[in-house]
């Protein structure tokens, strides 16, 4: 145990200097190494299925699971479907959505919601806005066909990451080099988490657009307005990043203004909640807070107690449920590991709140913190969330670019981190805790940092 954490603490240093010595911080070389793990993956998965290796072994989901996180929930919606189910329409389709259709994953019947043993999976759970948007993708889909929808599923992604790309080179001042434009575009799309995402039809990439948007605006000072709308409509699909307006605590503001920047999302994130609920429980009766409620606790019952919580969870809680495992107990889920695992996660934030708020962190280390403290510390956080990751990244490929490093600098290492954390390593089963590991790693490496206040926060330039 020394020797992994020994290993643990010595590894950020030694991926820094590599970085440098090489220089794979510039844009092009860094899209170099990431296509090149990714292709060198790929021939690995290929020859160990070519000499009789499990399906197990792959750097994606089973493709029968294609589109699966929202075809699948969408398709779930049966009472949508009434006249595509009674005529036989549906045969026309592709036959992974007739499956999905016909015999789905899912059941939103109330009987299941209210049975305390039930183990199959309801979509109920949802946010309002998520859930009016897989209604009205499931009236698209019915009016014309599942297929459709997704192909307007990843065209519309693909189109707001040229948009976030182009926000991106607008609204960083100066204009960043095309080749790092080159770079943001490249990880936007045709990055390991971004075609990962894709290949599930999971609106985390969404979110990640979002809040890449948000921190273009925090960084530069301009549009803070829109960011703080695109951050509330991020927070009624996923709630962690709402853990990003404590980059305000670096900020120059007087402290009235910073909370002012730090409340603003939450009060449109609540308006945008109000009528999406509204609009989602207006298509779907059954979508009630007490059915929600349900719906969660659920969940619970079947990804954070159950086993379905293990493919790609990045959670370090992944590992006493691997050890029970091993161990042959039941169940899974250990509620102590949980509470001391989240009051660490509490105690981090709280520290790292003083540390920022005193400038003893850099703007890139608290974002890394931000970014890797709720998919350690919640239950089951799947590897397609750590799409948040691209951001850092590409913020970091610009201020390299634009000041140049040393050897001995530590951005070096949170870009080296955030890299390997981008790149397919393991397979569903040591995807997840591998990640968790360099996500514990990068917390570690920005606790033992410096202790005097940053004379010079790492920013992109703002405009005047």
């Known amino acids: 145990m020394v020797k992994g954490f020994r290993s643990m603490v010595m590894l950020p240093g030694s991926l820094g200097r590599c970085l440098f010595r090489h220089r794979l911080y510039e844009p092009k070389r860094a899209i170099a190494v990431l296509v090149a793990i990714m ?41 949508l479907f009434t006249q595509t189910l009674l005529h036989g329409s549906y045969r026309s389709w592709p036959q992974i959505f007739q499956t999905y259709l016909l015999h789905s994953n899912y059941s939103n019947a109330v009987e299941n919601l209210a049975n305390p043993n039930s183990q199959i999976i309801s979509t109920l759970h949802t946010p309002p806005f998520a859930t009016m948007t897989y209604l009205l993708a499931a009236k698209a889909m019915d009016a014309t066909s599942p297929l459709t929808v997704m ?47 894709l290949t599930r039809a999971n609106v985390a990439g969404f979110v990640m657009l979002l ?34 307006v404590l980059l305000e605590l670096l900020g120059d503001a007087s402290w009235p203004r910073r909370l002012l920047r730090m409340a603003a999302p939450g009060l449109i994130a609540l308006a945008v909640l109000a009528v ?34 293990d493919d790609w969870n990045v959670s370090l809680l992944i590992f006493p449920r691997m050890l029970r495992r091993m161990a042959g107990l039941a169940p899974r889920w250990d509620v102590v590991s ?57 913020l970091l490929v610009l201020d390299l670019a634009r000041n140049p490093p040393e050897a001995d600098d530590r951005r070096l290492v949170l870009l080296g981190l955030s890299g390997l954390i981008a790149s397919p390593l393991m397979n569903p089963d040591a995807q997840g805790p591998v990640v968790a590991v360099l996500l514990l790693t990068g917390c ?21």
């Open 39 to 79: 292709a060198l993956r790929g021939l690995l998965d290929d020859l160990y299925h070519a000499f009789g290796g499990p399906g197990r072994w792959s750097m994606f989901f089973d493709p029968a699971d294609l589109f699966g996180d929202f075809a699948q929930v969408a398709l779930n919606y049966k009472f």
């Open 151 to 197: 192909i307007g599923f990843v065209l519309a992604y693909l189109l707001g990451s040229l948009l976030v790309v182009r926000a991106f080179a607008r609204i960083c001042a100066p204009t960043p080099p095309r080749a790092v434009i080159g770079f943001a575009a490249f990880a936007m799309c045709l990055s390991y988490p971004a075609i990962w995402m």
């Open 211 to 244: 809040v890449f948007f948000y921190l273009l605006t925090v960084q530069s000072g301009r549009h803070r307005w829109a960011g703080w709308l695109a951050l509330g409509v991020a927070l009624n699909m996923r709630p962690e990043p709402a853990l990003l």
């Open 276 to 309: 999406s609920y509204h609009q989602a429980h207006a298509m779907y009766p059954d979508y009630t807070p007490e059915h929600i409620r349900q719906g969660i606790a659920l969940y619970n019952r079947t990804y954070a107690n159950g086993h379905l919580g």
């Open 444 to 464: 570690l490496f920005v606790v033992s940092g410096r202790q005097q206040p940053v004379s010079r926060l790492t920013l992109v330039p703002a405009a005047a």
């Open 338 to 394: 949980q509470q001391v695992l989240f009051a660490a996660g509490a105690v981090a934030l709280i520290w790292g709140a003083r540390r920022a708020a005193q400038r003893q962190l850099t703007w890139f280390e608290w974002l890394f913190v931000l970014t890797a403290l709720p998919p350690m510390s919640l239950p089951v956080m799947g590897y397609y969330h750590l799409s948040r990751i691209l951001p850092l990244i590409v």
